[in-house]
């Protein structure tokens, strides 16, 4: 199973992840906010980070960027994971690195596959994947 790191600034969201993912076997680590899930995803090297975009101080899009930017998170999957559901907030998170999009509320289900899925995928479907999902909203 995979190491999976829960950025989210809500608790019950936090819990919800952290219930279902351990039951699926997964271990799982949170952060609260952007600048300390940054930290633990460079010290941790989780197998699949789900991130969500409205967090305090560091958003989640600052996030994204500076795990594309750092050589040693640049190849670690993110699932977005958030509340924010505008084509341009789709858009921003796939060009900016992300491999999956959900939106709040979830199927616990939905979370489960995407973060199997993520995980079992190489560096090249990845970005595969984001070229795919950049061409169906029109902005690839």
Same mark, same amino acid.
């Given at each position: 199973?995979?190491r999976v790191l829960v950025i989210d600034d809500e608790p019950d969201v936090l819990l919800l992840c952290r219930?279902?993912?351990? !039951?699926?076997? !997964?271990?799982?680590?949170?952060?609260?906010?952007?600048? +300390?899930?940054?930290?633990?995803? %460079?010290?941790?090297?989780?197998?699949?980070?789900?991130?969500?975009?409205?967090?305090?101080?560091?958003?989640?899009?600052?996030?994204?960027?500076?795990?594309?930017?750092?050589?040693?998170?640049?190849?670690?999957?993110?699932?977005?994971?958030?509340?924010?559901?505008?084509?341009?907030?789709?858009?921003?998170?796939w060009q900016d690195g992300a491999v999956e999009f959900l939106t709040k509320p979830f199927p616990p289900d939905?979370?489960?596959?995407?973060?199997?899925?993520? +995980?079992?995928?190489?560096?090249?479907? %990845?970005?595969? %994947?984001?070229?795919?999902?950049?061409?169906?909203?029109?902005?690839?």
């Amino acid at each position: 199973m995979a190491r999976v790191l829960v950025i989210d600034d809500e608790p019950d969201v936090l819990l919800l992840c952290r219930i279902n993912l351990a !039951h699926a076997g !997964h271990e799982v680590l949170e952060a609260l906010d952007g600048e +300390s899930g940054l930290r633990m995803a %460079r010290e941790s090297q989780p197998d699949v980070i789900v991130l969500d975009l409205m967090l305090p101080a560091m958003d989640g899009y600052e996030v994204l960027k500076a795990l594309w930017e750092d050589e040693l998170t640049r190849n670690l999957p993110v699932v977005v994971l958030t509340a924010k559901a505008q084509v341009e907030d789709r858009i921003k998170s796939w060009q900016d690195g992300a491999v999956e999009f959900l939106t709040k509320p979830f199927p616990p289900d939905v979370l489960l596959s995407s973060v199997q899925r993520v +995980s079992e995928m190489t560096p090249q479907e %990845r970005a595969q %994947r984001r070229e795919e999902a950049l061409n169906e909203l029109g902005s690839g």
